[in-house]
DNA sequence: TCTAATACCTTGTATCGCAAAGTACCAAAA
DNA sequence: TTTTGGTACTTTGCGATACAAGGTATTAGA
C-alpha cells in the first residue's frame, strides 16, 4: 500500500469515474479509446481494463447504447452514446457532484 | 447493484473519505465518535465499520497519533490528532482534490 | 504473409466501504 | 449489588471498483 502522490490522486478519482465517461458522453459520442485519450488530457487517467468493463456495467444499466461503425485505420469501432436514462442519470450525478464540493467545503470551514 | 441517487452519492464519496478525515483533523483533534458526527453534519455520511479501519490505517502509515482521555460519560474516548506526515499528506491531499475539481470542469467545458 | 497499429475484452488481485455482530466501559436505576 | 442503557471501540464477511496483465480480432502496409 504506497503512499505516493499519485496513488492519493487515484484514490480520489475512485467513483468519479462513472461521472466522467457519462459527462463525456453528454458532450458528444464516443469509442473507449478516445473515450481514454479525452480522459488522460483533463487528467483523468484510466486504463483499458478499467474502462471496458466500467461501460459494460453502464450499458447494461440502460444508461448508454452504442452502435458499431467502419474506422478508417483499424477495427471497427464501439461508439456509445447516452440513453434518454443515462441523460437522467447525469444530471442526478451533476447535483451529487455540487454536493459533495460543497460537502468538503463544509468540513474546510469552521 | 442499485442505482439509487444515494448509491451514486456513496459511489462519489469513495476515496474521499480519507481526505475528509483529514481536513476535519487537521482543524481538531477528534474521536471517532465525533469524527462520524461532523461528517453527518457536513453530508458525508460515514458509519463506523468504515471509520474505524481507515482511523487504524492512517495511523499505521503513520498519518495520525492518538491519545486516550477519560470521558465524563461513557467509556475513555480515543482521541486521534495529526501527525507532521499526516499534514504533509493533507497539503498534498488539498492540492489533488483541486486538480480533481479542475479536471472535471475541463470534461465539462468544451 | 508477416508485422505494427488499433480496438475490444477477460481474468486475477487488492482495496475500500458497508452491514452486522461483538467487546468493553461507565453510571444510574432497581 | 446486579441490571440496564448509553457510549465507544473493534472485527468479520461481503459486494463492488480499479488496475495490471494478458488475450483476441481487424486492418493496412512492408
Redesign the interface.
Known amino acids: 500500500?504506497e503512499?505516493t502522490?499519485e496513488n492519493?490522486?487515484a484514490?480520489?478519482?475512485?467513483?468519479?469515474l462513472?461521472?466522467?465517461i457519462l459527462?463525456?458522453l453528454g458532450?458528444h459520442e464516443a469509442y473507449a479509446s478516445s473515450l481514454i485519450e479525452?480522459?488522460k488530457?483533463?487528467?483523468?487517467i484510466v486504463v483499458e481494463g478499467t474502462l471496458y468493463p466500467l461501460l459494460i456495467?453502464q450499458k447494461n444499466?440502460g444508461l448508454l447504447d452504442y452502435r458499431w461503425e467502419e474506422s478508417t485505420q483499424g477495427p471497427p469501432r464501439k461508439y456509445y452514446v447516452l440513453s434518454d436514462k443515462g441523460r437522467e442519470?447525469l444530471a442526478?450525478?451533476d447535483a451529487?457532484?455540487q454536493?459533495?464540493?460543497?460537502?468538503?467545503n463544509?468540513?474546510?470551514r469552521?
Chains 1, 2 share one sequence.
Open positions: 500500500m503512499n502522490i492519493i490522486r484514490q480520489m478519482r475512485k467513483g468519479l462513472d461521472y466522467c459527462s463525456i458532450k479525452e480522459l488530457a483533463a487528467g483523468m456495467r444499466q442519470q442526478q450525478m451529487a457532484w454536493e459533495i464540493i460543497e460537502s468538503v463544509t468540513l474546510k469552521v
